[in-house]
């Protein structure tokens, strides 16, 4: 039982450019939801975050924006850097004392 | 300030045997949890302990087990290994209040042969 997905294993976009990463959810009772990056051998790095009273979140060139009719919430990254380039992981939390994660989203921006 | 450590930072174990992997959260962190990473999917919530309580518990066998420590640590005990608990595991550690803000570790890769 997938409660939040990220539908698009990997994602390739030219250096400048917006990357948009998707992710959908099913449990209607979630009331947080986080993104998070994680490069190779290191643990998850929270990025930014968004409650489900609001519809969008912005925290410099990270921009979060929820949906709650449609279930879905997307990161926009602008511009994209070449440092952006990691596995990008959606989560979400109804109780405060855990998170459901996605499957995950590579991201790779080509400079 | 450390963040949060854990160890050993990767490990080899054998199919039955038992193991167990440490974690020290952020100062002034009392809540941890642990999370299990398989490769190719996301972090599944395994425990969440608070002020030494456990208070949540993930989708997992009897076989995992956790506690936390006076000093806020904690450890993660996995009994009679077998070869689907290879993994990344994970901990994570979070302050008194606010909302979420959950800082993980590097994590213990465990390799079970």
């Known amino acids: ?36 990056k ?16 609001k519809d969008k979140n912005e925290d410099g060139r990270f921009t979060v924006f929820l949906n709650k009719s449609a279930k879905h919430l997307s990161l926009h990254i602008v511009p994209s850097q070449p440092g952006d380039s990691a596995v990008y992981f959606c989560a979400a939390s109804d109780e405060g004392n855990k998170l459901v994660f996605g499957a995950g989203t590579i991201l790779r921006v080509k400079s | 300030d450390a963040g949060v450590t854990q160890s050993p930072t990767h490990l080899i174990k054998t199919r039955g045997q038992q193991v167990t992997l440490r974690c020290s959260p952020i100062s002034g962190h009392k809540s941890v949890s642990w999370y299990q990473q398989v490769l190719g999917q996301g972090p599944q919530f395994i425990f969440q302990y608070y002020e030494k ?43 008194p209040t606010g909302n979420y803000g959950y800082t993980f570790g590097s994590g213990t890769r465990l390799t079970v042969v």
């Open chain 1, 38 to 53: 994680k490069y190779p051998a290191e643990g998850p790095t929270f990025l930014i975050s968004i409650s489900s009273i």
């Open chain 1, 1 to 36: 039982d997938q409660q939040v997905k990220q539908n698009s294993p990997s994602l390739s976009v030219q250096e400048g450019r917006i990357s948009i990463l998707n992710c959908d959810y099913t449990n209607s009772m979630f009331d947080y939801f986080l993104w998070y």
């Open chain 2, 53 to 95: 309580e456990e208070r949540g518990r993930g989708n997992f066998p009897d076989r995992f087990s956790a506690r936390q420590f006076p000093n806020y640590s904690s450890e993660l005990n996995v009994n009679a290994l077998l070869l689907g608990d290879s993994a990344l595991y994970l901990c994570a550690s979070s302050p």
